[in-house]
């Protein structure tokens, strides 16, 4: 046993592995791995060293770009929410990131460049996220400002698909569609697109284009409604561990934990897990969320405190205090606790707190 109560153990192995899923998805793409929120807090710099061969990363600021650049990374680098203010795009152009352009703002913070480096860019339309792009009627006039800029070295279109994690859902079709229409009078110029993120790579082809842009796969998390990584050969690159500190029983119309909210209806045996909320653990995950105790599947009782769970053992082989704990990953899918909590992987994965150690197999 680990010195450490709890921690999260990273698969490096993993990682390679998934980007190799990817490169079968979609075999003629280039592949820009996203790597924003600490690799989906999977550690930023073990993740890229694990992800080299991707062509690209991507990250969501400036900070996180800068933290690829001191750790070696010496490749393309992409801010997926560009800059906002002249000092950021000199530091920019400085670590020679690629922008995205979204806003007529950034548009003009780059006419106002007059610096010597020149940017590859990434012009984003809005296909119906409505979230950061230009607008399908606001897209030409963009375009042409950027392409006369004596900034704009290269540019690049890209898209965001708002539902394609739902396969039957009908918008990821509309959305290919306008982005097709859209830029149907630039072809002649031949520029590469983006549009994929995991689940357009998982689930629809068309959307692979020149550029994918994948995050959750990487770390091998099915982005797709009802299915788990294991359906599309994906392998879980982080397992949270914890440990069993303590094991009682508790007798008929006793409760557990803050507030009484779970009842004992037979004589139980609850293990006291620990891991709570200040780890990242939520605390409205419900009664009967899983968790595998020494490999067995059991469900957690009572409120989640800041540093601990309980959970039902009462039907496992004996427990013991310092038996292991997974509250996801190998063997106990991300995807499968989520929904305990009303959330999604990504939210599980990112939102591990910085008490837990990382530690790198
Ligand atoms: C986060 C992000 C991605 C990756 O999404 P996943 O669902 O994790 O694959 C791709 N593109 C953009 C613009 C993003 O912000």
Redesign the pocket.
Known sequence: MSSRLIRAVIDTQALQHNLSVVRGFAPKAKVMA?V?ANA?GHGLVPAVLALAGAEAF?V?RLEEGVALRNAGVRGAVIL?EGVFNATQLAEAAHERFELMVHTPEQVALLAEWRGAHRFSVWLKIDSGMNRLGFRPEEFRAAYDTLSGSAAVARIRLLT?LANADDQDDGVTREQLALFERTIAPVAAAGLECSIA???G?LGCPQSHVQWV?????LYGVS?LKNRNAADHGLKPAMTLFSTVIAVKNVLPGERVGYSGRWTAARPTRIATVAVGYGDGYPRHMVDGAPVLVAGRQAGIVGRVSMDMIGVDITDLPPVQVGDPVVLWGEGLPVEAVAPHADTIP?ELLCGVSQRVALEFK
């Open positions: 996203v924003k989906y991507a969501a997926l965001h993120n995991s689940a790579v842009r994948p995050g959750l796969m982005a990504y």
